[in-house]
């Protein structure tokens, strides 16, 4: 593993962090405050051809790797959270349809996705299943050349905005995991409508949403994999989820890194700028390093990830330390900028409450430690 970029890696890493610096940063604060989504930065980004970063060129996408996934879901974390997020979510189905979907399928979905005419969502969580994902109650029926869905998922990223979502069911309830599936359901099919939009601590650039499925009857062909695989479809999903994350939260620390040294070398206390201070250098001294720490295990992953070995634990453990990573440095930010770090004239404290939420999204950091130990004890 280099710790050098490629010429390309890092021709792409500079059009993204310009295009982040001149499309993202002047509206973040605004989109934030008001809970805005903004669609055309999705059509922006997918004129770049960031949208479909891990799905293969035949099918539409970029075809680039995990390596270079990593790089550009950091540049743009560092001015907008939820645009990273969105970037994340969009990759998630991509990879699903990719890896177990028919040749029809990834003829019919990829190519809309990588291309950005279409959104994509991810349909696991429910009211009574988060980290016990494999308890959720939704089901699926088959009828005829049909399934029919029934039951409703929760904190849907971009639910409402997407059109595609990939939907995990029960096609057999009394198996457990091994009774899930996963389908695809398009929006505008009858039966699948959205409930309450919530409002939330953060991240409110990018809608979370319910999404409820009545009697939605979808094609037979619309299942992805075979009937009961859909709980390790959705796992295999998350464990490069979790790479993105920790690409997302090491972002936010950077951008919180960089305003806290550029303030504390400007503010004056005591006749002296703060950064004088040991008080200060030692909290900019263990910031950098955690960060940088954070930065290599989620390079680590993708690494080994790009490479096919076995990742899910080094990305759970990526993920678990990046995002605890963002939430201390974001937290020792605020505490830099004193009065003004609470304040919304700053942008720390935005990205503080954009820290929380990394380490909750795509498993908590409680549900990264089972899947480490389970790993080390195994
Ligand atoms: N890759 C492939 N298969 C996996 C897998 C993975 N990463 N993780 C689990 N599986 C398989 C297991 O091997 C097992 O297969 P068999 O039935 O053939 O033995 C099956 O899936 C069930 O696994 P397990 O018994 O470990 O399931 P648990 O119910 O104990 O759940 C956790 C495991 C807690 C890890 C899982 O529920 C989880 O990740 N929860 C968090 C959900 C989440 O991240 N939600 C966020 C949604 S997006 S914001």
């Known amino acids: 593993m280099s710790f050098d970029l490629t010429e390309e890696q890092e021709s792409l890493r500079r059009t993204v962090e310009k295009f982040a610096e001149k499309e993202l940063a002047p509206i973040a604060a605004e989109a934030e405050e008001k809970g805005e989504f903004h669609r055309e930065i999705f059509e922006k980004l997918a004129d770049i051809g960031l949208l479909g970063i891990p799905c ?22 560092k001015q907008c959270l939820a645009t990273a997020v969105g970037l994340a979510v969009q990759g998630l189905p991509q990879i699903m349809i990719n890896l177990f979907g028919s040749e029809e399928q990834k003829k019919q979905y990829l190519a809309p996705l990588a291309s950005g005419k279409k959104l994509g969502a991810f349909a696991l969580t429910e009211a009574g299943a988060g980290s016990d994902a494999a308890s959720l109650k939704t089901t699926a029926t088959l009828d005829g050349d049909s399934y029919v869905l029934n039951g409703s998922k929760v904190f849907i990223t971009h639910g409402g905005v997407a059109d595609i979502y990939l939907v995990m069911a029960k096609t057999n309830p009394g198996e457990g995991a091994r009774g ?41 062909k619309n299942l992805v994999g075979k009937e009961g695989d859909g709980f390790k479809i959705a796992m295999i999903a998350l464990d490069s989820g979790r790479i993105t994350i920790g690409a997302a939260a090491v972002g936010v620390a950077q951008a919180a890194f960089d305003e806290s040294v550029k303030y504390a070398k400007q503010r004056e206390q005591f006749g002296q700028p703060i950064a004088s201070f040991q008080a200060i250098q030692f909290m900019l001294a263990d910031m950098g390093t955690a960060i940088r720490a954070a930065r290599n295990m989620v390079r680590e992953a993708a690494y080994l990830k790009d490479k096919g070995k076995p990742f899910s634990h080094v990305a759970a453990m990526a993920k678990l330390f990046a995002t605890d990573t963002a939430m201390k440095v974001t937290t020792d930010a605020v505490q830099i900028f004193g009065g003004y770090g609470y304040m919304q004239d700053y942008p720390v404290e935005r990205l503080m409450r954009a820290a929380k939420v990394t380490q909750i999204v795509e498993g908590t950091n409680q549900i990264q430690r089972m899947v480490i130990a389970r790993h080390l004890l195994k």
């Open 56 to 77: 293969p060129e035949q099918y539409g996408g970029a075809g680039l790797d995990y390596s270079t996934y990593i790089l550009v879901i950091e540049e743009i974390a």
């Open 180 to 220: 899930i599936s996963s389908f695809i359901v398009e929006d505008g099919t009858p039966g699948f409508s959205c409930g309450k939009t919530e409002k939330k601590m953060g991240m409110r650039a990018s809608p979370t949403r319910e999404i409820i499925l009545e009697d939605c009857r979808i094609p037979r």
